[in-house]
């Protein structure tokens, strides 16, 4: 049994497309209900905090400035030490 294709080429591309199109299934989103996606978030309780203890809210901005200005520090010192090695190791 033989079958006869007129254009190998077509042939190519079209089980270039076939595979195409099956790898990108893969990734597809499973189809969820919008219902059930509802009903899972209003279920759930609302979060408090244990009895007896306070919640604080903490400023993590301020602490991220903190060590964004340290890390700066510290890259500056080892730019200023590399340049240094840099001058004493090109001079001949």
Do not use: C, H, Y
């Not at 190998?8 to 990734?27: D, I, R």
């Not at 309780?45 to 520090?73: C, Q």
Request: glycine share 2%; hydrophobic share 40%; net charge neutral.
């Amino acid at each position: 049994l033989s079958i006869r294709i007129p254009n190998k080429t077509m042939f190519k591309s079209a089980v270039v497309l076939a595979a195409v199109v099956a790898s990108a299934s893969a990734f597809a989103p499973s189809p969820r209900t919008f219902v059930s996606q509802r009903v899972a978030l209003n279920a759930e309780p609302e979060w408090s905090p244990p009895e007896g203890t306070k919640w604080v809210e903490k400023d993590f901005e301020a602490e991220i400035k903190k060590l964004e200005k340290e890390a700066e520090e510290r890259l500056d010192d080892k730019i200023a030490e590399l340049m240094s090695n840099i001058e004493k190791t090109g001079k001949k």
